[in-house]
């Protein structure tokens, strides 16, 4: 009964013998050490302890040797393809979240870019037979990419920048609301990578589509390469645009780049916007002078739909003008064919019969040198409001070659997209070597001038700052614990004074204290003085008043303290003098 009772109390141990097989210290061994027990070659049992010690089971020889190659070689198939696996899933789910984010916000905006087309299309083939809607697609999605096209052996490079211009613009404008203000770098890295391979997949699908037409209609496709290029430019165009300053600026600081370069791009985007200006004032001064040509284009055509259709296609190619105007007032030359205009000379041709084109001068330009003093006090004054406008100008030598740099890299894009082949005309556009160096030239010789003398003019001014206003943190940190150090001897010699007081009254009072008395008032003391000591461990509310009263009840304690010890040494000392002359202790020496 009492065994019984004593295995079944809660805090009772059982003995090896009594306890279950299942029990949880049974199940701990392994499964190789279990397979090695059935077999009778590894267990071996301490009856009694309640431990159990297995021992490696022998090789059994041949069989293993056969099978073990076999598993090793199975499992070694398996790790990579799980390796891959597990990599693909990590990988998508990091970029996941971003494309969710980005995807459909970009496929919107293509979405509204071939709606429009669509529309377009659609009206077209109201007139000439749904049949070709398809390839009308198509040719117009080549059309807002700036790739060229070619119908009934007519070969249309010079494509009108106008759509172009507004799909930048709105995408730009869609990049800039969808990054909103906060953007990591792997949310840069999808929407990027997005934004150029949606356009390019569908330019892609464009052009099978006219491949497919070609067989049917006389339509041929462009130059894949070519188009795939030119569908990169618009689109990246509208990247660059959409990130805004502040974004370039954050992804070099976060390298620890300078950030000189986005000021250099500012800088030459300025440049290029008031040249495009007095470019369009240009051609437009001129085209108001020769509205004689304006009538004959309307010539062609007598019908009102007719006039809205041509002064619709010459609204398209304003912005082609306009860079050719650009290319015309920086000393280049302008081409139609075997035509050429500059401010120098000017070949007569015959131009295609568009309102627009009638801004092209058939004569030599009076006064043409003159105008040369336009890009030049162009680019001046972009420099000086630049400048003016920043109180800190980071590597202004730099910052002047890199703006002349980025204005030739942005003409020779934007002159290469504006031009192009004309149909039987020829080649229409702009240099385009010719167009970048002048505008590299144009603004790098007055920002690199006018950056060197802001360089020195702030050197001097660094210069002239006095030695006195000049105060380095670490000066300031010793002046500041210096005053620290002699406010707080002062503190501690008026405090010592003060005890020597307080001892010396203290003395002469208690001289005649017996030794029974001092014993009791030592105890009393150090009872009073831990108990003023107490509050100062807690905090008190206040900047200025916690502090202070902090250090009042400190210097309290401590003088309490210094009076115990004066008063202990005082009464020793009366009673060894005191009790035999009657005389009162000594002072203390000071």
Known sequence: MSKDSAAQRPGSRRSASSRRPGSSRSRRASAASSADRIKGTGANTAEGTGH???????????TNSKATPKAKSKATADAPAGGVKAAIFNGWAKWKPHVKRFGPQLLINHAVTLGVIAIVAVLIGIGAGFNKVPASIASMWMVFNLAPIEMAGAKLGFVPLLPALVLVWGHAKRATTVLGNSI???GLRVFTTLSLLIPLLLTGIAWLMLWDASRVYDITPP???????STALVNGAAIVIGMRARVWRALLLRRGWSTW????????????????????????????????????????????????????VALLYVPN???????????????????????????????????VLAAVPNDQIP??????????????????????????VEVPLLQGVGAGACAGLIGFCASWLAGGDLGVYGRTGAVEWLFAVEL??????????MMFFTARRGESVIEDIPEAEVVEPGESKQAQSEAQETEETEETEETEDADDVENKDSAETEADAGADDVADGAESTDTDSSEDDAPTEEPEEGEDGGVIKKEREATKGTEDTEDTETEEETDDEDSDSGERDGDSAPERDR
């Open 52 to 62: 159990e010690r297995f021992v490696a089971a022998k090789p059994t020889g041949v």
């Open 184 to 186: 990591s770098v792997r």
């Open 223 to 229: 130059n894949l390469l070519v188009a795939l290029i």
């Open 261 to 312: 370069p986005v000021e250099s791009m500012l800088l030459a985007g300025r440049f290029l916007k008031w040249m495009a200006a007095a470019g369009a004032l240009a051609a437009a001064v001129y085209l108001l002078t020769n509205l004689e040509a304006v009538g004959k284009a309307y010539e062609i055509t007598s019908s009102t739909m007719g006039v809205l259709g041509l002064t619709f």
């Open 321 to 355: 003008v306009v860079v050719a105007s650009m290319a015309v007032l920086l000393g280049g030359e302008f081409h139609v064919g075997n035509g050429a205009v500059s401010l120098f000379t000017a070949n007569n041709v015959n131009l295609p019969p568009l309102p």
């Open 367 to 392: 006064f043409g040198a003159a105008l040369l003093a336009v890009p030049a006090g162009v680019a001046v004054a972009c420099v000086y409001t630049f400048l003016r406008g920043r109180s800190y």
């Open 440 to 449: 590299a030239a144009w603004l790098l010789v007055p920002a690199a001038v």
